[in-house]
């Protein structure tokens, strides 16, 4: 079965730089969401996006956007790179009106800011 | 790498039943099993997590058993009430070397209480 593909795997930037990560959800998933997962910590909410709108908010800095695009991947904007932003950044998608069920995570990219 | 199992994917109790949702892992390198519930239209939001020197821990209603030897871990509910409604998913956690803990989530279940 498909699952939720992210994109990259595995990201290098400097300091001041800028980010952008993909993530392609489930077929028929019109939900997605963005965790930030810091070393030894548990995934933090971002954002999370239903039919192209922004449903939910979280720990989202002013530094990074995101947006859900009419084919349902969704995109991470990150500028002004900050050591800190080092982490791994996982995409979940979900159906809301539960016709393939289901919660699932990618695999995540692995940001690494130098 | 890890594999999370998760069963039921859907579960029906009455009001008042007790609600048991069942998980399995293939690394027995996890050390750290939480559970997340997910209410519609929310994202999931972490209710209770266990740890592997732990065999059991419990808060109020719920409670999360871990079997280390067979690689499963198990969510109890008792006494559901019509808000225990949701989506549950159960991850496990590993250690891939370079500090990054990652979470790998089972598929959820969908706890339905009726009164």
């Known amino acids: 079965a498909a699952g939720v593909i992210q994109s990259p795997r595995h990201l290098i930037k400097e300091k001041r730089e800028t980010a952008t990560l993909k993530c392609y959800p489930i077929?028929?998933?019109?939900?997605v969401y963005w965790y930030q997962q810091g070393p030894g910590q548990d995934p933090q909410f971002l954002i999370s996006?239903?039919?192209?709108?922004?449903?939910d908010k979280g720990s989202i800095p002013d530094r990074f956007s995101a947006q859900q695009f009419s084919d349902y991947h969704s995109e991470l904007n990150m500028s002004s790179l900050e050591l800190g932003d080092s982490a791994l950044y996982f995409c979940?998608?979900?159906?809301?009106?539960?016709?393939?069920?289901?919660?699932?995570f990618g695999s995540g990219t692995r940001l690494t800011v130098v | 790498g890890e594999n999370v199992e998760q069963h039921p994917s859907t579960l029906s109790v009455q009001e008042g039943d007790s609600a048991v949702i069942k998980c399995t892992y293939s690394?027995?390198?996890?050390?750290?099993f939480p559970w997340y519930k997910q209410e519609l239209g929310k994202r999931p939001q972490l209710i209770i997590d266990?740890?592997?020197?732990?065999g059991e821990k419990k808060d109020q209603r719920i409670a999360v058993t871990l079997n280390k030897t067979a690689k499963h871990f198990s969510l109890h509910i008792t006494e559901t009430q019509p808000e225990d409604s949701a989506v549950y998913f159960c991850?496990?956690?590993?250690?891939?070397?370079?500090?990054?803990?990652?979470?790998?989530f089972g598929t959820g279940t969908r706890l339905l209480v009726s009164p």
């Open positions: 690394d027995s390198a996890s050390n750290y």
């Open positions: 979940a998608s979900s159906s809301m009106t539960g016709v393939t069920g289901g919660y699932t």
């Open positions: 266990i740890r592997s020197n732990v």
């Open positions: 991850a496990a956690s590993q250690g891939d070397g370079t500090g990054f803990q990652k979470l790998v």
């Open positions: 077929p028929r998933h019109d939900t």
């Open positions: 996006f239903y039919e192209k709108m922004q449903s």
